[in-house]
């Protein structure tokens, strides 16, 4: 899944929870969902950020 569908559908979840007529188990699902989701766009940026500080590192040796 891309960084900006996680993204989306986090925000769909949130807004999910904001509704507050959910039962504990239908929470319990998307709080895990939403928790798998973060750890993709967190690992994602990192990666991301490696990418950007090689490039200009491998920029600079030349």
Do not use: P
């Not at 996680?6 to 928790?35: F, M, N, P, T, Y």
């Not at 798998?36 to 950020?49: A, D, G, H, V």
């Amino acid at each position: 899944m891309s960084y900006d569908k996680a993204l989306r559908r986090i925000e769909e979840i949130v807004a999910q929870l904001e509704e507050d007529d959910k039962g504990i188990d239908e929470l319990a699902v998307l709080v895990q969902e939403a928790s798998l989701l973060i750890k993709s766009c967190k690992q994602k940026l990192r990666m991301t950020e490696e990418e950007i500080s090689k490039a200009f590192t491998d920029e600079g040796a030349e």
